[in-house]
C-alpha cells in the first residue's frame, strides 16, 4: 500500500517548489499576463483546501480554485523516469518525474 502521507508532503513541497519538477501551463494559462500568472502560481503553490471531495486518496495531487470569474485546475501525474509510463512507486523520488499541470476548467 502506497505512503499517502509521504506522497503529499512531496507533491505539497513539488507546487512550493516548482523547480524539483517538470510545470505545465496550458494554452489558455499561457494567455495571461505576467501578473496574473504569477497569481495563478501563487494561488497553486499555497493551495491548502483539500478535503475528502477532491483529495480522496489523500495525496494531494489536485486542486481548484476560482480566479477572476473563471475556474482553475491544476494536478499533479507521476511518471517513470523516461516519461514514457506511469512510476511504479510515486512515494519513490528516485523512480518518479513529478509534473503539474495548470489548467481553465474548460481546458481538462
Not at 25 to 30: A, C, D, F, K, V
Not at 55 to 76: L, S, V
Request: with cysteine.
Amino acid at each position: 500500500m502506497p505512503n499517502t502521507t509521504e506522497i503529499a508532503l512531496q507533491n505539497d513541497n513539488f507546487r512550493k517548489h516548482i523547480s524539483q519538477g517538470t510545470l505545465v501551463l496550458t494554452q489558455g494559462i499561457r494567455c495571461n499576463t505576467k501578473e496574473d500568472l504569477e497569481a495563478i502560481i501563487t494561488k497553486v503553490r499555497t493551495f491548502d483546501t483539500f478535503d475528502e471531495n477532491n483529495d480522496p486518496y489523500n495525496e494531494h495531487d489536485f486542486g481548484a480554485f476560482d480566479y477572476k470569474g473563471k475556474r482553475i485546475f491544476w494536478k499533479i501525474d507521476n511518471y517513470d523516469r523516461e516519461f514514457l509510463y506511469l512510476s511504479p512507486d510515486i512515494s519513490n523520488p528516485r523512480l518518479t518525474n513529478k509534473v503539474l499541470t495548470v489548467m481553465y476548467a474548460e481546458e481538462y
